[in-house]
């Protein structure tokens, strides 16, 4: 289990990598396709700005992510993702409701069962 939960947290940590790449530097293009249901096209131009520090932050929910694995003491190691699997998961959450539900599958879930495996591990 504890490899499952390893991946689990690797496959969340590149998708908030790929999530930083997107909303920071290519929201007007792949942002546009990727959020085409949840934004009209006119709006990716003037919330360029608001796309890019949102991609900051998932930046930082991907670099803790990593910084878990790096953490010697196992314990520390699980509370640490843990707690970046919990904020992936309540943003996931979030922009479910707020913006579009397919957030919830792509963002939340594979955080959820992320943090099944660390418990279970």
């Known amino acids: 289990m504890e490899l499952i939960a390893k991946i689990l947290i690797a496959v969340v940590a590149l998708e908030h990598i790929y999530i930083l790449w997107m909303e ?42 990593i ?3 790096l953490i010697k003491d196992p314990q520390w190691q699980d509370n640490v993702a843990l707690f970046f699997l919990g904020c992936v998961a309540v943003a996931g959450i979030y922009g479910a409701i707020s913006a579009t539900k397919k957030i919830f599958f792509v963002q939340a879930l594979p955080a959820i069962l992320a943090i099944i495996a660390v418990l279970l591990k």
């Open 24 to 65: 920071m530097f290519a929201w007007e293009t792949k942002g546009k396709e990727v959020f085409k249901a949840a934004l009209p096209a006119e709006m990716f131009k003037p919330t360029k700005g608001l796309a890019a520090n949102q991609g900051l932050y998932n930046g930082f929910l991907a670099a803790g992510l």
């Open 67 to 69: 910084w878990s694995f």
